[in-house]
Every structure is written in C-alpha cells, then in structure tokens.
C-alpha cells in the first residue's frame, strides 16, 4: 500500500513536472511572439513619426495641405513655439541664453554656440520683474527643468 502510495505520489508529480514544463514552454513561445510583434509596432511609429515630419517640414516650406493636416502643423508650431519660450525663460533664470540655431542653453556672454558653433546674436538687457505668482509656463516641476536643457529637435 506504501507502494503504491509512493507510486502513484511520484507519477503526479512526474505529470505535473511535464504540464509546468509545457505551460512555461508556450509562455515563453508566447512571450517570443509579444517581443516581436512590439518591435514590428515600434517600426511602424518611427515610419508614422518619419512621415509625420516630412508632411512637418513641408508645411513650414509653405507647401500647400488639405485643411485637417493644414490645422495639425499649426498647432505643433504653436507648441513649438510655447516650448521655446519656455526655455528662454528658464535659461533666463539661471543666466543664461538659448542658441537661436539648435536650441541649446549657452552662457549669457558666448558669443558662439558650444554645441553648433552657430553665432550667437547679441540679447539686449532686460529688468526682470518678479512676479508673485508664477505665469503657467513658468510652472516647471524639478525633473521637467532637467530633462527641457535638451536642445530643441531638428526638424
């Protein structure tokens, strides 16, 4: 009856041995498949975006769109726009200015970008006025004021 007991003990464990075995060889099948059906969908958004830039870019050359598109490119210029302004304000802040050619954040007497060596125009001074309540675009958390130092994208 031990025996039997045992037996019988050691070939549910063997069946379950073999079932855990399959279950995490078609999860790991599975998992395959995911990875690269993520990778095909990554492909896909980067050919979006690269589209996406070429309708961009043609829009700002002044080539002619259907009006949906049309109102698109406006709008991403107009965050284009709020994002620059930004920046100069918060380089403004700690002292410095913006390269007008690729965005990046320069000492306020360089005369050449560090980054692009483009020439930097020279900003006339401004009384700063602080204001007791900051303006929405002003409003940076701590980690968005390191991440937005990054010069401007190309388009």
């Known amino acids: 009856m031990a025996d039997d007991f045992f037996s019988e003990f050691g070939e549910t464990l063997h069946q379950a041995a073999k079932e855990f075995s399959a279950k995490t060889d078609n999860f ?7 990875n690269r059906i993520n990778g095909e969908q990554k492909q896909i958004d980067q050919c979006l975006k ?22 698109l490119c406006e709008e991403i210029t107009d965050h284009k726009v709020a994002i620059a302004k930004m920046r100069e304000n ?14 990046a954040s320069l000492p306020k007497e360089a005369m050449f970008c560090l980054q692009c060596g483009a020439q930097c125009k020279e900003e006339p001074e401004e009384e700063t006025v602080e204001d007791p309540k900051p303006a929405p675009e002003e409003d940076f958390s701590e980690e968005e004021a390191q991440t937005d130092d990054s010069p401007k994208e190309e388009i």
Do not use: L, T
Not at 90 to 102: D, L, N, V
């Open 90 to 103: 918060m380089a403004r802040k700690k002292g410095e200015k913006i390269c007008g050619a690729c965005g």
């Open 28 to 34: 790991f099948e599975s998992q395959k498949i995911r």
């Open 50 to 71: 690269d589209v996406g830039n070429i309708i961009y870019k043609k829009f700002v050359e002044g080539e002619p769109f259907h009006e949906d598109i049309a109102a």
